[in-house]
């Protein structure tokens, strides 16, 4: 069954996401669900990555309906999911927990879906540097308010051996352009706060603020750690678009339509 909003305490949420730059619900979604997803998702990943695997490349290649992605690091694989089930399935986009969270943290309903892809160490994946996955939207000041997230789930219980996410809390608020630059070598080399890793159990869903610092994390396992991500902008903040055909438009809710709204329609 859907969890419900009122299984979370969604105020404590929205200040555990202002405070540390990332919040979790764990047990949203059947791990069944995320099984489902994981069977579909693999293939395709596994195309990519033989596509793939003889260069680190600048820039995602391909198309989405086929696997449009690239190596980013050594082992390290980017791909966006394509918009047909399983991973269009209105319980993960949709989601009310999800919905109702956003809408308590931008007292909003008017955001837009605007992207949908992964990150997925395979075994052999080293440290990211340690950044940030936005650019600095107003220099010299910290907004309080982030207008874009990532709304990210693990296909598979994520840990210190698989290579879970890594972050340094509290760090969304930082604004000096002159830092931007710096991240990776004066947390290598300073004296912080330990960072903290996000071992997530199949089935949890998380938010995370782009803009707190973090970094990829080596996969010493036998399986790549895939991890999905759908991302969530106000209207006003102009980031990249989802693909979908006129079918899966059609295929939408009244609230699917507003969410999706930005989408651009691609020929069958
Ligand atoms: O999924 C991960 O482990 C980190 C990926 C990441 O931060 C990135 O590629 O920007
Ligand atoms: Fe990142």
């Known amino acids: 069954m859907t969890a419900a909003p009122e299984e979370y305490d969604l105020d404590l949420k929205v200040a555990e996401l202002k405070i540390s730059g990332f919040t979790s619900f764990e047990n949203l979604i059947a791990p069944k669900k995320i099984d489902r997803i994981r069977e579909a998702f693999m293939p395709r990943l596994d195309r990519l990555k033989a596509r793939e695997s003889h260069e680190i490349h600048p820039e995602e290649r391909g198309e989405v309906r086929t696997g449009k992605g690239r190596q980013q690091f050594v082992n ?77 789930f693990p296909l598979v219980d994520t840990s210190e051996e698989n290579g879970s996410f890594e972050v340094m809390p509290g760090t969304q608020y930082l604004a000096d352009p002159d830092m931007e630059k710096t991240y990776d070598d004066v947390l290598l080399r300073g004296d912080f706060p330990p960072a903290h890793r996000l071992n997530l159990k199949k089935g949890t869903f998380w938010v995370q603020d782009p803009r707190t610092l973090h970094r990829g994390t080596p996969n010493r396992s036998d399986q ?45």
């Not at 209207?235 to 079918?247: D, L, N, Q, V």
């Open 224 to 268: 790549a750690r895939g991890e999905l991500v759908i991302c969530y902008s106000r209207p006003w903040f102009r980031t990249s678009t989802i693909e979908m055909t006129e079918a899966e438009y059609a295929k939408l809710s009244d609230r699917g339509r507003e969410l999706l709204s930005r989408s651009t329609i691609v020929a069958a």
């Open 76 to 152: 390290r694989y980017t791909m966006h999911v394509p918009w047909e089930l399983p991973f269009s399935d209105p319980e993960i986009y949709e989601n009310p927990v999800v919905l109702a969270f956003l809408e308590r943290y931008w007292g909003a309903d008017d955001f837009h879906i605007t992207c949908y892809h992964s990150n997925n160490p395979y075994p052999g994946s080293e440290y990211q540097p340690w950044h940030r996955d936005i650019h600095l939207v107003t220099p010299h000041v910290g907004l309080p308010i982030c207008p874009h997230f990532g709304v990210k």
